[in-house]
């Protein structure tokens, strides 16, 4: 859906990448904040409305006709709306349709006549009580001027002097405009759409046009059919005195579809140039996710006085070209028109896939270096569910909770699948009779994700869809020697308890010294936890999760870095601390010397005790000391100063002796 450039300066989402890189890489823009400029346009009643009508439940819409006469001018509409379709329930004696109630209804005829408008709900009287199963059909005849404003409607604009006028109907504004079930998880199986408009103007729509009709007014009619499944908010209305200009997708040695785009003629050369890559993004597409579910109609792009876009089914609304937008609103045409949430609660469905879609193709272009980027560009560090309980306004269902970390619970999907099931997912997703022209929600997509991968992702989708937060990890790590190699000990802590849940997850750590790395993969699903990890090499660095494949904070609490190195040895503190009988002094070598000597002093300087280590091994050493001198007489308690000493490096701290 849409997706609106906001200044730059401002709200810029993305932190700065090298240029030498990533200078091609578009800079995203934050939703929510473009929401805010049209905070006047107030949609209560129908903000409330996160279900269908009562009474709107009871029936089926299979056929929508709108045929409608725009008057530029005057900013007005006029004609009627075919509603077929047929009941689900016996005793069906009314229907319930959503229709702004500043538009004017002039009659109904068909299967009904009497009606009643009010509080944006059209109630019609059918003529005779019909059964389940049994058909109807109705025409609505009605004229007025479409509400606008807030996210969306249907406006009337200008530029350079001509007009625009545009339908933005995402996500109950279809009701604005035209009679319908304006709610998502019932779709029409087809619908035409006639639009009569002065002869100057071009009128697009969804689907195949049809005819064009001239007319003795100086009008003429555009007939437009879409003959796959439609939801009402896809329905789009854009028109102006289009320039047209057409691209060619090849998907097959002797086949090709037609992208035909729209847009003002003074913007022409810019969108010619920004475009060039719109086929090759759709032929990456088509191979990632399966055939265009539109091959037999068409894909094109219709401009219009947004920032954004708005992915109307064959047909987008764009006001900009970027390629990011671009790429992100055709990945629509298979997430969002193709399948459909069937509620607003669930629509990362469609914006989490469309924005994921972007870094995938810029993965295909750019390669990993440049996704992972990307990827780490979209990590907002999101405190929010994904899963929009609270439909009940539009910057609750549009911001980048849905869009950003929609696209990283994708990524971490991913890698919790493996590139080996993720990508046979997609295609096998799109294709799936249950979901293909018409609906899903969180739960039938997770359910079929485990029927695909045969994992039980119970879990997963439990902590990154319904659970806010994310994990916040705080690590320390130590390495010993042992008889075949090193040991590392890593410790590892989620500290985002207090406020949000556990979260269980696969991460990578890599070990690595200078001349060598190792990849170990854990399974972190504790509060506190303790792995240990054989190598053999003695480590110098240790990374969590280095390619960011999870949505999450990292705090090293003490681990071996470079200034140890320099150093060449860490001293740890002593355990127990305070001690009785004995204490183990445990530390660590990173680069080879002839020996090490522990010594022990009191507070006034005087030597207790010492012990020598020749050639000690790199990584873990351990002195203990039972808290005698060199006579082997036990020393008085009190604070004590053991040092670790050696030709090139030094280190020292405190112990207490208690006895």
């Known amino acids: 859906m849409k997706k609106i450039q906001i200044p730059f300066l401002v709200f810029i989402i993305w932190s700065i990448v090298p240029l030498s890189l990533y200078a091609q890489m578009e800079e995203r823009f934050d939703i929510s904040a473009q929401e805010q400029k049209h905070n006047a346009w107030k949609f209560d009643k129908r903000r409330t409305a996160t279900k269908t009508t ?9 056929y929508y006709k709108l045929n409608l006469a725009i008057q530029p001018q005057a900013s007005l509409i006029s004609g009627s709306v075919v509603v077929s379709g047929r009941s689900l329930i016996d005793g069906l004696d009314k229907l ?6 500043n538009m004017v209804v002039d009659s109904v005829i068909g299967d009904a006549t009497v009606f009643n408008h009010g509080m ?22 009605y004229h007025g001027k479409p509400q606008t404003g807030g996210f969306g409607g249907f406006g009337f604009n200008s530029q350079g002097g001509d007009p625009i006028i545009w339908s933005l109907s995402e996500p109950y504004y279809a009701q604005c405009w035209w009679p319908c079930k304006d709610f998502p998880n019932d779709k029409a199986d087809s619908v035409d759409i006639l639009l009569t408009v002065p002869d100057n103007l071009t009128a697009v729509s969804n689907g195949s046009l049809v005819a064009i009709t001239p007319h003795e ?21 854009a028109i102006s005195n289009y320039a047209k200009f057409s691209q060619w997708f090849k998907y097959g040695p002797n086949d090709s579809m037609e992208i035909t785009n729209y847009i003002y003629p003074s913007s022409l050369e810019k969108a010619r140039a920004e475009l060039q890559s719109l086929p090759d993004i759709l032929s990456f597409f088509h191979q990632t996710f399966g055939p265009y579910p539109f091959l ?3 894909y094109g792009i219709a401009q219009f006085p947004w920032g954004g876009g708005m992915e109307h089914q064959t047909i987008t609304s764009q006001g900009s070209f970027v390629e990011y937008l671009n790429a992100h609103e055709l990945a629509h045409q298979w997430f969002g028109d193709l399948i459909t949430t069937a509620n607003w609660q669930d629509i990362w469905l469609n914006e989490g896939f469309a924005t994921y879609s972007e870094a995938l193709y810029y993965e295909h272009v750019n390669g990993s270096d440049y996704y992972h980027t990307y990827m780490k560009r979209l990590d907002g560090h999101y405190e929010d569910a994904l899963y929009r309980s609270d439909t009940t306004s539009v910057s609750s269902i549009f911001n980048r909770i849905v869009y950003d970390k929609g696209a990283w619970v994708l990524h971490m999907l991913r890698k919790v699948l493996g590139d080996e099931t993720f990508f046979p997912l997609l295609k096998a997703y799109t294709s799936d009779a249950r979901f293909a022209y018409g609906n899903v929600t969180t739960e039938s997509f997770r359910e079929f994700c485990e029927q695909f991968s045969h994992i039980d992702l119970t879990w997963f989708f439990n902590q990154w869809i319904y659970g806010s937060g994310y994990p916040k990890y705080k690590y320390e790590w130590d390495v010993q020697s042992v008889q075949n190699g090193f040991l590392v000990e890593l410790k590892l802590e989620q500290t985002q308890i207090d406020q949000h849940q556990l979260f269980t997850m696969p991460l990578e750590v890599v ?25 053999s090499f003695p480590p110098r660095y240790l990374t969590l999760d280095p390619d960011n494949w999870v949505l999450k904070d990292v705090d090293t609490l003490s681990s071996i870095d470079e200034k140890l190195i320099l150093q060449g040895i860490q001293l740890k503190q002593n355990f127990p601390n305070p001690f009785v009988e004995a204490t183990t002094i445990d530390f660590s070598v990173y680069r080879t010397v002839a020996y090490v000597e522990l010594k022990i002093f009191n507070t006034r300087g005087q030597f207790i005790h010492s012990q020598r280590i020749d050639l000690p091994n790199l990584g873990g050493n351990t002195f203990i000391w039972n808290g005698k001198d060199f006579s082997g007489t036990i020393v008085p308690s009190g604070v004590y100063i053991y040092a670790v000493e050696s030709p090139q490096y030094n280190a020292q701290k405190k112990m207490v002796y208690l006895h």
């Open 54 to 62: 009562a009474g709107e439940e009871n029936y089926d819409v299979g």
């Open 96 to 101: 319930v349709l959503n229709l702004c109630e």
């Open 120 to 141: 944006d709900l059209l109630n019609i009287t059918l003529n005779s009580v019909i059964n389940s199963g049994d058909q109807f059909s109705i025409e609505i005849f």
């Open 217 to 237: 007014d100086q009008t003429h009619t555009f007939h437009w059919h879409e003959k796959h499944p439609i939801t009402t908010y896809l329905v789009s209305v």
């Open 296 to 298: 037999d109609e068409k």
């Open 511 to 535: 070990l690595s010294s200078a001349t060598q790395d190792t990849i170990v993969n854990i399974r972190n699903d504790q509060q506190l936890q303790e792995f240990k990890i054989p190598v």
